[in-house]
């Protein structure tokens, strides 16, 4: 299994960014995927897990709202589309499978993309 993650960058504060996980090696509609981050100095957090079998969608409390998550199993990539970006959303962001969190409760993924770099700073 590989998740390539891209599309990291800085931006000013309130910008968007999109990232972009293409998996290779996994059929997404039979997993749940999603994204962790890690900010300096930091553990590792969950953002945003997605299962395309049933829809679910859930989302840490301080992205909702801000964030959005999606998928394309005919691509098999999965999408994390960021706005009105904060300086504190500043992190390393990694794709992950299988992914799940609640609160501060997270299960390690199995699997982590190489992490892609979002910097929010004026």
């Known amino acids: 299994v590989q998740l390539q993650a891209s599309g990291g960058g800085l931006v000013q504060p309130g910008g968007s960014l999109r990232l972009s996980c293409v998996v290779s090696?996994?059929?997404?509609?039979?997993?749940?995927i999603g994204w962790f981050r890690q900010a300096p100095g930091k553990e590792r957090e969950g953002v945003s897990c997605i299962a395309s079998s049933d829809g679910s969608i859930n989302y840490a409390d301080n992205v909702k709202g801000r964030f959005a998550i999606s998928i394309d199993t005919a691509k098999n990539t999965v999408y994390l589309q960021m706005n009105s970006l904060k300086p504190e959303d500043t992190a390393v962001y990694y794709c992950?499978?299988?992914?799940?969190?609640?609160?501060?409760?997270?299960?390690?993924?199995?699997?982590w993309g190489q992490g892609t770099l979002v910097t929010v700073s004026s």
């Open positions: 090696g996994m059929v997404l509609k039979y997993n749940v």
């Open positions: 992950v499978a299988p992914c799940y969190f609640r609160g501060n409760y997270k299960v390690n993924p199995s699997y």
